[in-house]
């Protein structure tokens, strides 16, 4: 079992940054992937990035390749994801999960958090 808790959401105005965090505890191979996600109401939850705990593999898709970054400390067995020039559209909730597959399908993937809320606007 792992379990994952994010923190960091909030309001922020446009053009503005936030820092995800996603705590990692439990069952943790040095082979999983984490990924981070969004749901914004009415619409299907969103690959945003993805990493494995040894740092590689990682990924974005266009909507946020050059503004978001995913890193891990395994120190601190968290992952992170810093949102820089964030727009309106990022509004949305965003979760991190946990797999042992290569993939940006939310149903590969096997543990997730809670959420958080990170909302764009003026």
């Known amino acids: 079992q792992v379990q994952l808790k994010e923190s960091g959401g909030g309001l922020v105005q446009p053009g503005g940054s936030l820092r995800l965090s996603c705590a990692a505890s439990?069952?943790?191979?040095?082979?999983?992937?984490v990924g981070w996600f969004r749901q914004a109401p009415g619409k299907e939850r969103e690959f945003v990035a993805r990493?494995?705990?040894?740092?590689?593999?990682?990924y974005y898709p266009d909507s946020v390749r050059g503004r978001f970054t995913i890193s891990i400390d395994n120190a601190k067995n968290i992952v992170y994801l810093q949102m820089n020039s964030l727009k309106p559209e990022d509004t949305a909730v965003y979760y991190c999960?946990?797999?042992?597959?290569?993939?940006?399908?939310?149903?590969?993937?096997?543990?997730w958090g809670p959420g958080t809320q990170v909302t764009v606007s003026s």
């Open positions: 999960a946990s797999t042992v597959r290569w993939s940006t399908s939310p149903r590969n993937y096997d543990y």
């Open positions: 439990g069952q943790i191979f040095s082979s999983a992937v």
């Open positions: 990493i494995s705990w040894r740092g590689v593999g990682i």
